[in-house]
């Protein structure tokens, strides 16, 4: 799970844990203002191995998605505001690093990549029309134009054969 400490990310991975089953590799840069609060009472779960890492440091990520049988990638510097405050680390996050994820969860055989997308792909819709994921996207903000690119070259490397999913959620908080 990328972005495993975030509002999303600790909710799933504690979720996640619940199954007796189910082990869980929780990635996080944990420098956003929240730092790890959404895991900090997990940190030590005997299933829950916790790496603060940069979701752009692929030399890290690796060896991870070796092991792994799926990938959530959450990460990514979320919302327009966030977004127009550092656009270069906006991209650098939300395009590049996660078309490296994409390509370096082939590369590792994972069998399946659930990737963590924003409704805000379709932008400004006519309100008389019902949108479904079908819908033409028209991404009015930064935001959901690094989305959109990410959902695109996923639907193109359909990740090394693999399964994938793509979810476009609303406004979670």
């Given at each position: 799970?990328?972005?495993?400490?975030?509002?999303?990310?600790?909710?799933?991975?504690?979720?996640?844990?619940?199954?007796?089953?189910?082990?869980?590799?929780?990635?996080?840069?944990?420098?956003?203002?929240?730092?790890?609060?959404?895991?900090?009472?997990?940190?030590?779960?005997?299933?829950?191995?916790?790496?603060?890492?940069?979701?752009?440091?692929?030399?890290?990520?690796?060896?991870?998605?070796?092991?792994?049988?799926?990938?959530?990638?959450?990460?990514?510097?979320?919302?327009?505001?966030?977004?127009?405050?550092?656009?270069?680390?906006?991209?650098?996050?939300?395009?590049?690093?996660?078309?490296n994820l994409i390509d370096?969860?082939?590369?590792?055989?994972?069998?399946?990549?659930?990737?963590?997308?924003?409704?805000?792909?379709?932008?400004?819709?006519?309100?008389?029309?019902?949108?479904?994921?079908?819908?033409?996207?028209?991404?009015?903000?930064?935001?959901?134009?690094?989305?959109?690119?990410?959902?695109?070259?996923?639907?193109?490397?359909?990740?090394g054969g693999r399964g994938?999913?793509?979810?476009?959620?609303?406004?979670?908080?």
């Amino acid at each position: 799970v990328t972005g495993a400490a975030g509002y999303g990310g600790g909710a799933l991975t504690r979720r996640l844990l619940a199954g007796e089953a189910t082990n869980v590799i929780g990635v996080d840069w944990c420098r956003m203002a929240h730092g790890d609060q959404g895991v900090r009472e997990l940190i030590g779960h005997p299933r829950l191995e916790f790496v603060q890492a940069d979701v752009r440091d692929l030399d890290t990520l690796r060896p991870l998605l070796s092991r792994s049988d799926a990938v959530v990638h959450l990460a990514a510097i979320v919302g327009d505001p966030a977004g127009k405050r550092d656009p270069g680390l906006t991209r650098s996050i939300n395009i590049d690093a996660s078309t490296n994820l994409i390509d370096a969860s082939g590369e590792a055989d994972v069998d399946h990549l659930v990737f963590v997308s924003t409704c805000s792909n379709y932008g400004v819709s006519d309100t008389s029309t019902l949108v479904t994921e079908d819908a033409e996207l028209n991404p009015v903000s930064l935001y959901a134009e690094t989305k959109v690119a990410v959902q695109r070259h996923l639907a193109e490397q359909a990740n090394g054969g693999r399964g994938y999913t793509a979810l476009r959620l609303a406004t979670v908080y």
